[in-house]
């Protein structure tokens, strides 16, 4: 059975789903451990891109909202120059609802989907302006209340930008969770709900920080580089079919 971390209450349930059969040749599974090993592991890559943005001083609500609108199936090294770039014009919703949408979109190139995104954040702005008196809360209810922004963004503004306990579930939390065997539900919304469970809340907001450059270095999305993870001798690899 995993280890249990001291603030995380062992109902019958939890026991039963932390309970799984050993696999030949496989430790017991450490998460304590693993995250260790994974945040030794990722030391060498760069952040993932709303976190950097964070550590450059672009860490208010509405720049990482920004952020996270343009990072939707775009490059994290994209979305880094790109919302670079946008904040040098307009960092605040005022700013960024002076701006036409034409210019926006201009500024929002070579982002993927960026005539859209130009529309959706210009919306997004005029709105905080109009109903926020131009400050974007931290209140989850305002946030997915946006069109096109989801549990994802909504949690890493509100637990990068606001301190808040959140978990962040995006294709690399998901792919590296469920390849440990932490998880088995298939959408972001259940799989969240199963991390909250298995984390301790000191972890929630780092988790995504860590897996998503583990994710696309390491743990990646075809023939990951299992002989060389770090957490190799633990993970139950559930549907890893060619590894390297």
């Not at 954040?121 to 209140?139: K, N, Q």
């Not at 995006?170 to 199963?194: A, C, F, I, M, N």
């Given at each position: 059975?995993?280890?249990?971390?001291?603030?995380?209450?062992?109902?019958?349930?939890?026991?039963?789903?932390?309970?799984?059969?050993?696999?030949?040749?496989?430790?017991?599974?450490?998460?304590?451990?693993?995250?260790?090993?994974?945040?030794?592991?990722?030391?060498?890559?760069?952040?993932?891109?709303?976190?950097?943005?964070?550590?450059?001083?672009?860490?208010?609500?509405?720049?990482?909202?920004?952020?996270?609108?343009?990072?939707?199936?775009?490059?994290?090294?994209?979305?880094?120059?790109?919302?670079?770039?946008?904040?040098?014009?307009?960092?605040?919703?005022?700013?960024?609802?002076?701006?036409?949408?034409?210019?926006?979109?201009?500024?929002?190139?070579?982002?993927?989907?960026?005539?859209?995104?130009?529309?959706?954040?210009?919306?997004?702005?005029?709105?905080?302006?109009?109903?926020?008196?131009?400050?974007?809360?931290?209140?989850e209810r305002v946030?997915?209340?946006?069109?096109?922004?989801?549990?994802?963004?909504?949690?890493?503004?509100?637990?990068?930008?606001?301190?808040?306990?959140?978990?962040?579930?995006d294709v690399h939390?998901?792919?590296?969770?469920?390849?440990?065997?932490?998880?088995?539900?298939?959408?972001?919304?259940?799989?969240?709900?199963?991390?909250?469970?298995?984390?301790?809340?000191?972890?929630?907001?780092?988790?995504?920080?860590?897996?998503?450059?583990?994710?696309?270095?390491?743990?990646?999305?075809?023939?990951?580089?299992?002989?060389?993870?770090?957490?190799?001798?633990?993970?139950?690899?559930?549907?890893?079919?060619?590894?390297?």
């Amino acid at each position: 059975m995993e280890r249990l971390h001291e603030d995380q209450a062992v109902t019958p349930r939890r026991a039963q789903r932390l309970t799984t059969t050993q696999a030949a040749g496989k430790e017991a599974f450490d998460l304590a451990v693993v995250l260790r090993r994974v945040a030794q592991a990722v030391r060498q890559y760069p952040a993932a891109a709303l976190f950097a943005l964070a550590a450059q001083g672009h860490a208010s609500p509405f720049e990482l909202l920004v952020a996270c609108v343009i990072s939707i199936r775009t490059l994290d090294e994209v979305t880094l120059r790109v919302a670079t770039k946008l904040y040098t014009h307009a960092r605040t919703p005022a700013e960024l609802a002076r701006l036409n949408v034409i210019a926006l979109d201009r500024l929002l190139i070579p982002a993927t989907f960026h005539e859209a995104k130009a529309r959706q954040l210009h919306a997004i702005a005029a709105r905080i302006v109009d109903e926020f008196s131009g400050s974007l809360p931290c209140d989850e209810r305002v946030l997915r209340s946006f069109k096109g922004v989801g549990p994802k963004c909504a949690n890493l503004v509100l637990g990068i930008a606001c301190g808040q306990s959140r978990v962040a579930v995006d294709v690399h939390v998901q792919r590296v969770t469920r390849r440990w065997g932490l998880t088995t539900s298939r959408t972001p919304e259940k799989v969240t709900v199963e991390l909250e469970q298995h984390l301790p809340r000191r972890d929630w907001v780092r988790l995504n920080a860590l897996l998503v450059p583990f994710g696309k270095h390491i743990c990646t999305g075809s023939r990951p580089r299992c002989s060389t993870c770090p957490v190799l001798a633990m993970c139950r690899q559930v549907g890893v079919v060619r590894p390297r």
